[in-house]
């Protein structure tokens, strides 16, 4: 193993992978280690959505500056990480969720995003197999710029391009010391040897927390175990994703044909383990045969667990910590650290390298847990 | 020998060549090869196909694989009808 490089990346996940090829392409000498393989954390149990219908204004413009990136990423990338574009259907079932989503829609039009209230009636345009009055919808929002894209396919493709652009990818290395001197990061420990470092990134996901007590800070993250299941593929019916905040659940058709989507176990609590359970297969297959009757006659494949990485307020911790300079901290994404990793990566690596920092970075600095008031987002699902 | 007419995975409809190609391109660890190809995501998951994959792997990169680190098929084993599970929740 190399003795010193310039940034340590800790975390072969989306973004570990995405900022490891924004950095290289600003010319700098950056290292990323991964203790299993790329792709092998929350980046593996991927929903794949992309959704810039947020609550929160920090949210909704990370998603919104994300989605421009998305667009032209398969071709900056050299690789197809299968992007489309079907749009983010939520479904709205009462009077108080319509109260919210008139709020939600008139913030995210203030930033630019196209994005409409349907009437009950305009419901099964976008998604014919909806059965509305069932699920007792009085309407929905829907943006046609929200969608997809393929979570394995965007790791590998931004760290190919990283590698090419002289990055330093070693899987199934774990780190397992910080050190730190005078408040400063001198370098890191792995199971493989040290290299010394002046920037280290906590992009360890759900393990951030674990990441960040080598040094001695408490992230206030905490992981959630969440359940997700795919069908058989069958015949494209509907291009969106749709997602319902009241019961939970999101799911979508994919390009290959088969439906992905996820809900919570009512009662389920924070904790670490995985073994997937039928409570939840039964309570998704309820759900969504409910949502789309003439799903019932179509086959469950496969159902597998992964984690949110969750922090008080629902939104992502960004930047440097206080107290310990050249400590980065890119964790606590909720379940949606995918769709805005563009954006996130990019803002971090302006830091990084000119040292400029940004209105975003400032709002979600580990600093705003200390005794403030908290702007929670309430647009979560799954 | 033709390559491009070897099913490996038959649910994904994977060929020998794609696979060899996947690891040429430098997809050498089990799982980052599955998931760029879909390997093992079929109605099997992966029961026919796995082994096969496996052997391709340590032949081309004369690596031994341990089998411990196949994966493992996912409930449920057999793929069910959403309508039958539905049934299921009191
Ligand atoms: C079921 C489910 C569905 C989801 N659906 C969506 C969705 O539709 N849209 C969306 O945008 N997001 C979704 N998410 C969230 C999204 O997957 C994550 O926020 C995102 O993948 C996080 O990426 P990451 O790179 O930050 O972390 P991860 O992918 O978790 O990567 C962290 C990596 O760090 C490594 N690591 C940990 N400790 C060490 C160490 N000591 N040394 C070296 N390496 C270490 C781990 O092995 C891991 O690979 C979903 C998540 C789940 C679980
Ligand atoms: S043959 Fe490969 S998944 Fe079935």
């Known amino acids: 193993m190399i003795k010193k490089t310039d940034v340590v990346i800790i975390g072969g996940g989306v973004n570990g992978c995405s900022l490891a090829y924004n950095l290289a392409k600003r010319g700098i000498d950056v290292t990323l280690f991964e203790k299993k393989y790329l792709s092998s954390g929350a980046t593996g149990a991927c929903g794949a959505g992309i959704r810039q219908q947020w609550s929160t204004k920090e949210n909704a413009l990370l998603a919104i500056e994300s989605v421009k990136i998305f667009e032209k990423l398969s071709r900056e990338l050299d690789e197809d990480i299968e992007f489309r574009q079907g749009g983010y259907l939520i479904m709205v079932h009462d009077e108080e969720e319509m109260k919210q989503a008139e709020k939600n829609v008139s913030m995210q039009r203030s930033l630019g995003l196209k994005v409409d209230i349907l009437e009950p009636d305009e419901i099964n345009d976008i998604v014919p197999i909806l059965d509305v009055k069932g699920i007792n919808a009085v309407g929905a929002t829907f943006c046609p710029s929200d969608g997809h894209a393929n979570p394995f396919k965007t790791t590998f493709a931004y760290a190919n391009a990283a590698r090419k652009l002289g990055a330093k990818l070693y899987t199934h290395t774990t780190v397992n010391k910080i050190r730190v001197k005078d408040g400063t990061v001198v370098g890191v420990s792995t199971d493989k040897g040290f290299i010394k470092t002046s920037v280290v990134v906590n992009a360890a996901g759900v393990w951030s927390r674990d990441i960040a007590r080598l040094t001695g800070v408490k992230l206030p993250n905490v992981p959630f175990r969440k359940e997700i299941m795919a069908t058989e593929r069958f015949k494209l019916?509907?291009?969106?994703?749709?997602?319902?905040?009241?019961?939970?659940?999101?799911?979508?058709?994919?390009?290959?044909?088969?439906?992905?989507?996820?809900?919570?176990?009512?009662?389920?609590?924070?904790?670490?383990?995985?073994?997937?359970?039928?409570?939840?297969?039964?309570?998704?297959?309820?759900?969504?045969?409910?949502?789309?009757?003439?799903?019932?006659?179509?086959?469950?494949?496969?159902?597998?667990?992964?984690?949110?990485?969750?922090?008080?307020?629902?939104?992502?911790?960004?930047?440097?910590?206080?107290?310990?300079?050249?400590?980065?901290?890119?964790?606590?994404?909720?379940?949606?650290?995918?769709?805005?990793?563009?954006?996130?990566?990019?803002?971090?690596?302006?830091?990084?390298?000119?040292?400029?920092?940004?209105?975003?970075?400032?709002?979600?600095?580990?600093?705003?847990?200390?005794?403030?008031?908290?702007?929670?987002?309430?647009?979560?699902v799954g | 020998m033709v390559k491009k007419k070897i099913i490996v995975c038959r649910c994904e409809d994977l060929t020998l060549e794609d696979v060899e190609k996947a690891i040429d391109e430098g997809y050498i660890d089990l799982e980052e090869l599955r998931k760029k190809l879909r390997i093992g995501m079929g109605p099997c998951q992966g029961r026919v196909c796995l082994p096969i994959v496996m052997k391709i792997l340590e032949r081309k990169t004369g690596k031994k694989i341990p089998k411990e680190s196949l994966p493992k098929a996912r409930p449920p084993i057999i793929p069910v009808p959403l309508g039958t599970l539905a049934s299921e929740e009191k």
């Open chain 1, 237 to 380: 019916l509907f291009e969106a994703m749709v997602i319902s905040f009241k019961d939970g659940i999101y799911f979508s058709q994919q390009r290959e044909g088969q439906i992905v989507g996820g809900i919570p176990i009512p009662g389920e609590k924070s904790g670490y383990k995985t073994m997937p359970t039928f409570a939840f297969l039964q309570h998704m297959a309820k759900t969504l045969t409910r949502y789309a009757p003439v799903l019932k006659h179509v086959n469950m494949l496969r159902h597998w667990t992964g984690f949110y990485d969750v922090t008080p307020d629902a939104r992502p911790i960004l930047g440097e910590t206080p107290g310990i300079k050249g400590f980065i901290q890119c964790n606590g994404f909720s379940g949606h650290g995918f769709m805005i990793s563009p954006m996130v990566t990019k803002i971090l690596t302006e830091y990084i390298v000119d040292g400029r920092t940004s209105d975003i970075l400032e709002k979600l600095s580990l600093n705003r847990f200390k005794g403030k008031k908290i702007d929670r987002e309430m647009s979560v």
